[in-house]
């Protein structure tokens, strides 16, 4: 009898610790009083944020929300700006007078001749040139410097320095080509020069900030690729085609991306140099708004083409995001 009492006890014993084991340990919860410590806390952290971010927050609703926002609204009323209490809503009036709108289309054709040969050609001299700085060369420094100094110059400063560069008759440019026996050149008063004179200029100051970019992402290739590609009989293009290329690709990108944006916004250029002439060869789509709502006070239109204009960068930002993305998948 004992021992059927002392095996009964151990299956008792077993099947409680089992039903113990199967229970689910249920986690002490915090006192009340130190979730709300904590809670409090996380608010105070959020507040702290939000404080910081506030001046930001109050300029880009200032100067970014609000200027959209208002574009938008005026690109369906008649707004002329030397009325502003007579604002009548027209509808979409403004966008259809766009499409029949001669000197709109030839705004935005200059401007993608413009993109279409400044971005590529700026980023081969920006690669170009971070190649050559790149070498051990003397003078370095010095040359790093000189390709780099433009960039931090005014734009208008540069352009009024080219415009005096480029003058037909005493232009340093046209004497240098009277020296090597080739007669002077109209360059900004010609309607086929003129587009592309700008176009040199633009490459000139920009070239040096995609340099710098570029010559960081040289800097971090690893010098083991080259030292093996050595060792392999590998020669100078195979290296540069096959270790230095991939090597920048992600920053090439980049460049290629923001060369495209900046190219979009061609103003100052056209607005100092030729004042978007010569016969309109040379007013892009950002100066012929600006134009139109500073110049002839119509801001209505202006606002409507400005419209447009945003959503033709966003839909070419979109494809080029698209394409990029697939080129890495």
Do not use: C
């Not at 433009?150 to 080219?162: G, N, T």
């Not at 037909?168 to 002077?184: D, H, R, S």
């Amino acid at each position: 009898m004992k021992g059927n009492d002392s095996s009964a006890e151990k299956l008792e014993n077993e099947r409680h610790f089992h039903q113990t084991a199967k229970q689910p340990q249920l986690k002490p919860t915090p006192p009340p009083r130190k979730k709300r410590k904590l809670k409090s806390q996380a608010f105070r952290e959020s507040m702290t944020g939000y404080f910081f971010l506030a001046p930001a927050l109050v300029l880009l609703g200032v100067f970014l929300l609000y200027p959209m926002g208002a574009a938008f609204y005026y690109s369906f009323t008649d707004f002329y700006i030397l009325t502003p209490d007579d604002v009548s809503f027209i509808g979409l009036e403004n966008f259809k007078y766009i499409v029949e709108d001669a000197q709109f289309r030839q705004a935005f054709w200059n401007t993608v001749y413009f993109s279409v040969i400044v971005v590529p050609v700026q980023l081969s001299v920006a690669l170009g040139l971070a190649l050559l700085i790149n070498k051990k060369l003397r003078f370095r420094v010095f040359f790093r410097t000189a390709f780099f100094s433009p960039v931090v110059m005014s734009l208008v400063v540069v352009s009024i320095l080219w415009t005096f560069m480029y003058n037909p008759n005493e232009g340093l440019i046209n004497q240098l080509l009277q020296t090597v026996g080739i007669p002077p050149q109209p360059f900004l008063t010609s309607p086929d020069q003129a587009m592309n004179s700008i176009i040199v200029m633009s490459v000139w100051q920009g070239a040096g900030f995609q340099m710098m970019i570029f010559l960081a992402g040289l800097q971090n290739i690893p010098n083991h690729l080259y030292e093996a590609a050595d060792i392999d009989g590998a020669s100078s293009w195979q290296k540069f085609w096959h270790i230095t290329l991939p090597g920048l690709r992600n920053i090439a990108l980049f460049i290629f991306i923001t060369i495209s944006i900046a190219a979009f916004k061609l103003l100052v250029q056209p607005m100092i140099m030729t004042q978007g002439g010569p016969l309109g060869t040379t007013k892009s789509l950002v100066y012929h708004i600006y134009e139109t709502g500073f110049n002839y006070r119509d801001v209505g239109y202006a606002s409507a083409m400005a419209v447009v204009f945003t959503v033709i960068v966003l839909v070419i930002t979109i494809i080029q995001r698209v394409l990029i993305k697939e080129e890495r998948g």
